[in-house]
């Protein structure tokens, strides 16, 4: 088990209704500083709505691949009416190095997060078509056995990350219980991540980070709270407090080139 772990910034919230690029990236280069590695991104118009229209997304990532050796990593994912073709848009765009991946259905709040299987290939087999290392979103205890199977069709490069997502109305709940029963069933030789959705403070990503998680994922997209009462206007206070977390466990942030190294990323 190493001791570094990685910090994975999702900055933006699916309830935005103004992404400028030029804002969101500034927020995501002042992360940089605190120890962010990877910022997860999903592609957006300026009123916060789901697209297959990459150019904002391609304008907010510019500033970042020009200033920074930040991963970038696209999401496949999101509530929305696009088809599979539409929501891997982002997977053509250059400086990709990873993507998320959810590999079945699900309900998150009111919604049905539809991830059927051919569309799951689709995704799949155009993730190592272009040489991305996915990051498998795991919301529920049978998705973990649909990520083992779906390796035995798909050459995913190793090691697999499981990101233990946690804390959505109608999903599996944010408790240590939770986290523990999901992490028995990853497969010992894979790598495994955190995220929770809703987080008002920060002792489950604190448990998970004890246990041995290689990446935490914090940002706008799963809460602005930085304790139970207090949300912040920015990312970089989020990323702050997770890093002297993870420092104060005797654990180091992992910088851009140890997270490649982790994740066996190799950018074309």
């Not at 991963?71 to 993507?99: E, V």
């Not at 795991?138 to 990101?163: A, C, T, W």
Request: charged letters at 20%.
């Amino acid at each position: 088990m190493s001791n570094q772990v990685i910090i994975s910034l999702a900055p933006v919230a699916a309830d935005s209704t103004r992404v400028e690029p030029a804002e969101v990236a500034q927020d995501i280069l002042s992360c940089v500083e605190y120890g962010a590695s990877i910022v997860h991104l999903h592609v957006r118009d300026r009123q916060g709505k789901l697209t297959p229209d990459v150019r904002d997304f391609e304008a907010t990532i510019a500033p970042v691949l020009a200033q920074t050796d930040l991963i970038i990593q696209a999401s496949t994912g999101g509530i929305s009416a696009m088809d599979i073709q539409q929501r891997c848009a982002p997977l053509h765009c250059r400086g990709i190095g990873m993507a998320s991946l959810n590999v079945g259905s699900v309900n998150l709040g009111d919604h049905v997060y539809y991830n059927p299987t051919p569309d799951v290939e689709y995704c799949s087999r155009l993730i190592v078509e272009k040489n991305i290392i996915p990051e498998f979103e795991v919301f529920e205890l049978g998705m973990i056995n649909n990520i083992l199977l779906l390796q035995e069709k798909i050459n995913f490069k190793r090691p697999l990350l499981f990101n233990i997502v946690l804390g959505h109305r109608g999903s599996t709940p944010a408790t240590v219980d939770a986290l523990i029963a999901m992490r028995q069933f990853i497969p010992r030789d894979a790598l495994w991540a955190i995220t929770h959705f809703g987080r008002r403070d920060f002792s489950l990503i604190a448990a998970a980070v004890g246990m041995g998680a290689c990446e935490v994922r914090i940002g706008f997209e799963d809460s602005r709270y930085i304790n139970a009462t207090d949300i912040v206007t920015s990312n970089a206070p989020l990323v702050k407090k997770l890093a002297d977390i993870i420092t104060g466990m005797d654990k180091t942030v992992a910088t851009p080139q140890q997270a490649r190294q982790l994740l066996n990323i190799n950018e074309q």
